[in-house]
């Protein structure tokens, strides 16, 4: 693992191309950890009800609840997430305050843009960068 913390990671949208991203553990260590554990994983993305503003990828089933000092609702354009209430990993795409308190855990350095050609369901598999 990096000194810093930082892992950088792949996150391979099928057919339409990656994008490079990082999972910052210090942020919140035990969900960073829990899915740094699971990778390399694949499901299934897609939009908040027609939204273009984030994608979901639903049924991550770490269940790793809040670190509370850190939690916030303010989330930023390239944020990687994790929302424990839903259980689903999220990439920010807009900036925006979610309903409830999320842990972020990563960001994405490259490419956000490809997402917006992403349509419901796409297969997104994230995995560890070498």
Do not use: H, Q
């Not at 910052?24 to 969900?31: A, H, Y």
């Not at 009800?49 to 049924?59: A, Q, V």
């Not at 424990?84 to 855990?105: G, R, Y």
């Amino acid at each position: 693992m990096n000194d810093k913390g930082d892992i950088p990671i792949i996150i391979d949208l099928f057919g339409i191309g990656k994008l490079e991203g990082k999972i910052i553990r210090f942020l919140t260590p035990l969900s960073a950890d829990a899915i740094l554990n699971k990778m390399p994983f694949v499901l299934k993305g897609r939009f908040s009800f027609g939204s273009k503003k984030y994608w979901t990828l639903p049924g991550v089933e770490i269940y790793k609840g809040l670190n509370l000092s850190k939690a916030k609702k303010d989330v930023e354009k390239g944020d990687i997430i994790y929302n424990p209430k839903s259980d689903e990993l999220i990439i920010i795409i807009e900036s925006l305050e979610m309903p409830n308190k999320v842990n972020k855990i990563g960001e994405i350095k490259t490419n956000l843009d490809l997402l917006l050609k992403a349509r419901n369901g796409l297969n997104t598999k994230i995995y560890k960068s070498k």
